[in-house]
Each structure stands twice: as structure tokens, then as C-alpha cells.
């Protein structure tokens, strides 16, 4: 048998293995390597695209013009959509990584620095009903109540400007004309859609939904119901204790709110409304929730049968009336709202004047 | 070097050569796999809020506990709201956990007879205003009333130690 040769074919199978080895390594480095590059630029392209939006807030609180296409900006770029106003888009790129963020810039309403905003006049019926205020109360017409009432305001002050006590629905059709229905309706659908899918519920109806503290509701931020015309829509809410915990949940409608609370004791949860007609709430036990009442008409605390409280604020563009309150009905400020800890939804419910805030701040 | 050899050295390296092509490219690609979670996305090149628009859902409220009611007017019968609330509500106290149960009752608990007094008073207004509306039939404000009242009563019969 002739073994010539064998050596080198063994080196060469050596070599081989080797060369696999080798392979195999710089295949892996130069794979970690990519994708640690693309984590970087990734990482980049986000702060660049924060620095956009912190250039757009700066631009629209000092009314300047927003830029127009890409603007150069350390490694990379941003680019600043504002088409679709209150909502600004800010896109930053870095290498191939793009990211894009989305806020909505709102100027908070005035509204919201006091504890009872009440656009035409407030009135207490009742044999023995009585109302505590605390911190301001701002009535653009009068107050007045029956001869054996009690109310006490810590600061209230009666003929104040609208603009001071009401909030006007901005034009989202684009009409040129704000406040109306049409107007309500759009801002109904961007709320629900500054939300993902799983933390909104969108009823289409012209009838009456009742609404329980059913467990598919925990997480959810907001509930829109909407009715096709003004009037439509009504909403009847009964929320008990038996509510979830640490829940911040709005629900907007297009007709009348009705709250029936036996009671709000969930801790930390707020349950606060948006409507378009009347805001009414009821109790028969003892009661207390935190939330944000708006309603674009009248709003009334009626047949209270015990003690009431509701800490946060109370908006309502037209009439404010507590009849029946049988014990007493409290209210306290929250500066939620002030402090960037806007309910759900009331960020669009901005105005030309206010404090500027950033709402709804997302990665979408 | 015969001419064997030679074959065999170049059969040795062509075998490296694909083997060595085939592992490289078996690696790339699970590393590829691996470190999908760091390479960019597509990103989507019209405004997202316009994205979502027009798939957005309308939602199934029955999903979500609700009760839709076709009516839109007051309902002023007790049957009604019974039927509504108390279902709704026993139903609630029996999936809650008996410790959230425990809590509202705590909450609730209150003098018997300032219980009894209130669901007096609930009935001289449900009475009251009864009255009311069969006599004027369009005071809305009456019949708002009367409604809240036959709700406070399905709902004040069904929570805790108020039976």
C-alpha cells in the first residue's frame, strides 16, 4: 500500500476544521456587531426623534412655523408632522433605524384650576340639602339656594367670564366653526384612537347603554358611546366597590350621562365623563369617587341620599343644580390635570388659551 | 504528485469550500433570527392616527357586561330596572371575591334604620312623582325623577345587609 501523501491530506483536513472554526466566529462577531449597531442607531434614532418633539413643543408654544422636511440633527435626522393637529408626529432617523412618536400638544382650559366650573348659575334645592367646596369655584352667572340650605365655599367668586368656566369643543371637523355636535363626535373618535385597541371601547348605538364594573373593563381607558344625532347615545354608569383597583377610565357620550352611585370605594380608581348632553349623578349610600366631570350642557347632583363627595373637578358649560341633597355633597380640587396626570380623553379638550401641556405621548 | 493526489486534494478543498459556505450561511442565518428584536421596523409612512382610523373597530358592548336598551326615553317601571339591576348586580356579588364582597359590605353598613328611612323615602317618591308624570305626562323633569328613583331602589334592594 502506498501511504504517500497521507500527511498532507490530514493537513489539509486540519486546515479545513480550522477554517470552519474561524468561519464560524467571524460570522457570529460580525452578526453581534450588525445588530449591535442597529440597537445603537435604533436607540438614536429615538432621542433624535425626542429632540424633534421637544423642538415642535417649543415651536407651537412660541408660535413659530414648524420646519418643513428633514431636519439634521446629531448622527441622524427628524422630521415634525403637525397635519393632523392636536396630534404631532416626530419621525427620527439614524443609519437605516427609523422611530416615530406621537403627542398631542394641548393648552390645559382654564376650567381645570378650579374645583366647580359652572358656565351659567348653580342653584341648591332642598329642605336640608347642603354643599362644602373647597379650594375656587368659578360661576359665570349666579349662585342661589332655597331658604334652609347650607353651603360653604372656601372661595367662590359669581359673573365670571365663560372663557374661565367652560370649555368649547375645538373645530375637529374642520369646518371652521368649533363646538358643535360633529365636532364632539370627531373628538370621541380621537380619543378612542389615541388609545391602542385593547384599552378602548366604542359603542356605536342610538339607545341607552348601561354600563357595570365588569372585569372586561379593567385596564380600559376609554368608553366612547356614540349616538348618530344629539341626544343619542345615553349612557346609565353603576359602579360599587366591587370596581377595580387602580383604574383610570373615562367614558365619553354623545347623549346624556347618568351616574348611579351606590358607591366608588375602589382604591386609587378614577371614573371620570365627557358628555355632550346632561351629566346627572345619584346615590342612595354613601359615596365618593375621584374624577373629572365635563358636560358641554347642564350637570346635576339629584336625589342624594347620603353623604356625597367628589374630588377632582366638575365642569359643566351650562346650569350646575344639587337638588335633594339630603346630608351633604362634597367637593375637592385635584390638580391632576395641572400636574400632567391628564384623564383619559381631556387632553383634546384643549383651547387656543391655557396652560400648554403634552398629552398622550406615545410610541405607536 | 500523482495525478490521484491531485484529485484528492481538490475534491478535500471543494468539500471545505461547500461545507464551509453551507455552516457559515446555517450561522448567519440564526443569528439573523436572533437579533430580529434589535433591527429596525417598518415604519409606516402615513400619520398613525390616520392608520388607525380606518381600521378601528366598533366594539360588541354584550363583550364587555354592558346592556344596550334600544329605548332611549326614561323607562319608568320597576320591572324593568329590577330585571336590569338586580340581575346584574347579584351577578357581580357572585363573581366578586369575598374579600372585595367584604369590603363593601363594611362600607355599606349603616344604622338599620336610617336603611328603613331611606327606602321609605324612596317609595313616597316613587309614589310622589308618579303621580306627577300621570298627571302631566310631558313634565320631563318629573319623569327624570321618577326614574332615578326606581333605580335607587332596584339598586338599594340587592347590595349587601339591605334585604
Redesign the interface.
Known amino acids: 500500500m502506498n501511504n504517500?501523501?497521507v500527511a498532507?491530506?490530514i493537513s489539509?483536513?486540519v486546515v479545513?476544521v480550522l477554517?470552519?472554526l474561524s468561519?464560524?466566529f467571524l460570522?457570529?462577531s460580525s452578526?453581534?456587531s450588525?445588530?449591535?449597531r442597529?440597537?445603537s442607531?435604533?436607540s438614536r434614532?429615538f432621542w433624535i426623534a425626542e429632540a424633534g418633539m421637544a423642538q415642535a413643543y417649543r415651536n407651537w408654544i412660541n408660535n413659530s412655523a414648524q420646519p418643513v422636511g428633514g431636519v439634521s440633527f446629531g448622527a441622524g435626522a427628524y422630521s415634525i408632522?403637525t397635519?393632523?393637529l392636536p396630534?404631532v408626529?416626530v419621525?427620527g432617523t439614524c443609519g437605516?433605524?427609523?422611530?416615530?412618536i406621537?403627542a398631542s400638544f394641548v393648552r390645559i382650559p382654564s376650567a381645570f384650576d378650579n374645583t366647580v366650573s359652572v358656565g351659567g348659575n348653580m342653584t341648591l334645592n332642598g329642605l336640608l340639602a347642603k354643599v362644602e367646596v373647597y379650594d375656587k369655584t368659578r360661576i359665570s352667572g349666579t349662585f342661589s339656594k332655597t331658604a334652609f340650605a347650607t353651603a360653604v365655599f372656601s372661595d367662590k367668586q359669581e359673573g365670571v367670564s365663560k372663557d374661565a368656566t367652560t370649555i368649547k369643543i375645538p373645530d375637529y371637523n374642520n369646518n371652521g366653526t368649533s363646538d358643535e355636535f360633529v365636532d364632539f363626535v370627531e373628538f370621541g373618535?380621537?380619543a378612542?384612537?389615541?388609545y391602542s385597541?385593547d384599552e378602548?371601547?366604542?359603542?356605536?348605538?342610538?339607545?341607552?347603554?348601561?354600563?357595570?364594573?365588569?372585569?372586561?373593563?379593567v385596564g380600559?381607558k376609554i368608553?366612547f358611546v356614540e349616538g348618530s344625532s344629539t341626544?343619542?347615545g345615553?349612557v346609565?354608569i353603576?359602579f360599587?366597590?366591587?370596581w377595580a383597583d387602580n383604574q383610570d377610565l373615562t367614558v365619553i357620550s354623545t347623549?346624556t350621562i347618568?351616574y348611579?352611585e351606590?358607591?366608588q370605594?375602589a382604591s386609587d380608581s378614577r371614573l371620570s365623563t365627557i358628555s355632550w348632553g346632561d351629566y346627572?349623578e345619584?346615590?342612595?349610600?354613601?359615596s365618593e369617587h375621584e374624577s373629572v366631570v365635563y358636560s358641554h350642557e347642564d350637570a346635576s347632583f339629584?336625589?342624594i341620599?347620603?353623604w356625597g363627595q367628589t374630588t377632582g373637578n366638575v365642569i359643566t358649560n351650562q346650569n350646575l343644580g344639587l337638588t335633594e341633597v339630603?346630608t351633604y355633597e362634597k367637593f375637592y380640587y385635584s390638580d391632576r390635570a395641572k400636574n400632567g396626570d391628564m384623564p383619559p380623553g381631556f387632553g383634546l379638550l384643549s383651547g387656543s388659551t391655557g396652560t400648554p401641556y403634552v398629552a398622550d405621548w406615545q410610541e405607536? | 504528485?500523482d495525478k490521484k493526489?491531485k484529485k484528492?486534494?481538490l475534491i478535500?478543498?471543494g468539500?471545505?469550500a461547500v461545507?464551509?459556505i453551507a455552516?457559515?450561511f446555517s450561522?448567519?442565518q440564526t443569528?439573523?433570527l436572533e437579533?430580529t428584536y434589535?433591527?429596525?421596523k417598518e415604519?409606516?409612512r402615513v400619520?398613525?392616527?390616520?392608520v388607525?382610523?380606518a381600521k378601528?373597530?366598533?366594539?360588541r358592548?354584550e363583550?364587555?357586561?354592558?346592556?344596550?336598551?334600544?329605548?332611549?326615553a326614561p323607562v319608568l317601571n320597576q320591572e324593568y330596572w329590577d330585571k336590569?339591576?338586580s340581575n346584574?348586580?347579584r351577578s357581580?356579588?357572585e363573581?366578586?371575591p369575598k374579600e372585595?364582597?367584604g369590603?363593601?359590605n363594611q362600607?355599606?353598613k349603616?344604622d338599620p334604620v336610617k336603611t328603613k328611612e331611606?327606602m321609605k323615602?324612596?317609595d313616597e317618591?316613587i309614589k310622589n312623582f308618579s303621580l306627577l308624570v300621570a298627571k302631566e305626562p310631558n313634565n320631563l323633569e318629573a319623569r327624570?325623577?321618577l326614574k332615578?328613583?326606581l333605580?335607587?331602589k332596584s339598586?338599594?334592594r340587592e347590595?349587601p345587609n339591605n334585604e
Not at chain 1, 345619584?282 to 354613601?286: G, L
Not at chain 2, 400619520?47 to 390616520?50: I, L, M, V
Open positions: 504517500r501523501g498532507l491530506i489539509y483536513m479545513s477554517t470552519i468561519s464560524v460570522v457570529g452578526t453581534e450588525n445588530a449591535a442597529n440597537y442607531n435604533s434614532a408632522d397635519s393632523n396630534i408626529t419621525s437605516l433605524s427609523t422611530r416615530t406621537q373618535n380621537l378612542v384612537e389615541n385597541a378602548v371601547v366604542h359603542v356605536e348605538t342610538n339607545g341607552t347603554v348601561n354600563i357595570f364594573p365588569d372585569s372586561a373593563l380600559k368608553i341626544g343619542t345615553n346609565n353603576f360599587d366597590a366591587t347623549g347618568t348611579v351606590p358607591l370605594y346627572g345619584i346615590s342612595v349610600f354613601r339629584v336625589d341620599l347620603d339630603l405607536p | 504528485m493526489m484528492h486534494i478535500s478543498i468539500l471545505v461545507t464551509i455552516v457559515s450561522i448567519y443569528q439573523k437579533n434589535v433591527l429596525p415604519q409606516p400619520a398613525p392616527a390616520q388607525n382610523r378601528r373597530a366598533i366594539s358592548p363583550d364587555f357586561g354592558m346592556v344596550v336598551t334600544e329605548n332611549n336590569m339591576i346584574k348586580v357581580l356579588k363573581n366578586t372585595v364582597l369590603k363593601l362600607k355599606i349603616e331611606k323615602l324612596i317618591n327624570k325623577r332615578h328613583f333605580m335607587l339598586l338599594a347590595l
